[in-house]
């Protein structure tokens, strides 16, 4: 147009977030963003130095990595498929039980987990890998989005470059509240928890080296009325005890003591007796952050649910079912990205054993529903859609058809037929009034 100089110049659609720039600013656009947490520390002391945190991330990412995966797209499932045989052998020195195994364990103890798909753009990855957490940097662009990511292996370093949003790295996180990068993870909310039951179990052993009870006093008293003891008597005392009397070797051994010597115990004080009930309390605070019921790691006092079975189902529910659906729908994503096709991949609900009931429960409901199509029926249970010519043969024989003649029986026709009666083809009473009409 002629005035189309007058026209002011319309601002280009932008698909980023008004806020990046100034994520950027505060992180620093092109630094590495660095954790605000020591992920080693936190393993160490929550996962490899706690039965309880070592339990419930064992139990958790075994359990998860277990359940059986489907590839589907919009129009039908795959039984065979390159993504299906990379995930089933996803590198020579793992299985797809030892990858997602790590990868959920990884996730649960950091709350980032990291996968490097490694092939060419715009095939199937020939090769999946986890990498560890605490080794991995995110570096933030301008825009506060990640460019780059540098995994750290001693004085190495090898950056992930992110090109045109290709990026061989799929990084899923949990949510966190004040980072804009990293993930939250249960280790970091049980933190004092864990330091309370490290203490207490430091302080049974201690009791342990003390051959299990308390501490005593060894009270002199001289013939003569003395009450100190020489320099060389206290020596070769305290030798003694510390040789024949202390350790949990020599728990029971009676005690000799000279004249003079008088063995006083001391009986175990109100905190001594609380003190194994802090450490069940301490231990039900870490399971609770995982999200696992204190029944299924054998800890005592919680009575939450009915029985054992229950408690599982709630764990299934409530924990291992949520995580795997958010870790499979991102890494979904990233292969479909990778490959150029719509796929969806996602767990089969079906093979579920925790789950089994409720899913004949549930598929039986749906089957039952006469008002719904057999396309509702298969989006409900989560089916890809019919083709063309199997939904119509569905239709067809889940609607029948409806007509005002009544139907004959061959054999009543056959009948009345051997009998010389007039048989009526309109189903509305005697032929000749048929006719009449």
């Not at 339990?55 to 499932?77: C, D, F, G, Y």
């Not at 020596?235 to 010597?261: T, W």
């Amino acid at each position: 147009m002629v005035f189309d100089f007058l026209k002011r110049g319309e601002m280009p659609e932008t698909k980023a977030s008004a806020t990046g720039p100034v994520v950027a600013a505060v992180s620093g656009a092109g630094r590495v963003a660095w954790s605000p947490r020591d992920t080693v520390t936190l393993t160490r002391v929550g996962f490899v130095g706690n039965p309880v945190g070592f339990r419930a991330v064992k139990l958790i990412s075994e359990a998860a990595s277990a359940l059986p995966l489907i590839l589907q797209n919009r129009e039908m499932r795959f039984e065979d498929h390159p993504l299906l045989r990379v995930i089933s052998r996803p590198n020579p020195a793992q299985g797809r039980a030892e990858l997602f195994e790590a990868l959920y364990a990884q996730f649960l103890l950091s709350g980032n987990g990291y996968l490097e798909a490694v092939g060419a753009w715009g095939q199937a990855p020939v090769e999946l890998h986890v990498l560890r957490s605490d080794r991995m940097n995110l570096v933030p662009g301008a825009d506060g989005w990640p460019v780059a990511y540098d995994y750290a292996v001693g004085g190495r370093k090898h950056r992930f470059e992110i090109v045109e949003g290709r990026s061989p790295i799929c990084h899923i996180k949990a949510f966190h509240p004040s980072d804009d990068h990293y993930g939250l993870s249960p280790i970091q909310a049980a933190a004092t928890a864990i330091d309370v039951h490290n203490a207490a179990s430091r302080w049974s052993k201690s009791l342990l080296d003390n051959a299990a009870r308390p501490s005593g006093a060894i009270v002199y008293k001289g013939a003569d009325g003395q009450a100190a003891m020489s320099a060389d008597q206290y020596d070769r005392l305290l030798s003694e005890m510390e040789s024949h009397h202390q350790g949990a070797r020599n728990a029971g051994r009676p005690m000799l003591l000279e004249g003079g010597l008088d063995w006083k115990p001391m009986g175990f004080s109100p905190s001594d007796m609380e003190f194994q009930k802090t450490k069940e309390a301490a231990g039900r605070e870490i399971a609770l952050a995982f999200g696992v019921p204190p029944m299924l790691l054998g800890i005592p006092g919680d009575m939450t649910y009915a029985n054992y079975q229950e408690a599982n189902r709630a764990f299934y529910r409530l924990t291992v079912l949520p995580m795997v659906a958010k870790v499979t729908a991102a890494i979904g994503h990233r292969l479909s990205e990778m490959t150029g096709e719509v796929l969806e991949l996602k767990l089969d609900l079906d093979q579920v054993p925790a789950l089994a009931a409720e899913r004949d429960a549930q598929w039986n409901r749906i089957a039952g529903a006469d008002f719904l199509t057999e396309e509702e029926k298969r989006a409900m249970l989560g089916l890809p859609p019919l083709s063309p010519p199997e939904a119509s043969a569905a239709t067809q024989a889940v609607k029948q058809p409806v007509t005002a003649r009544a139907h004959v029986e061959p054999r009543a026709e056959e009948e009345a037929e051997e009998v010389g009666e007039p048989v009526s083809t309109d189903g509305f009473g005697d032929p000749e009034q048929a006719e009449g009409n």
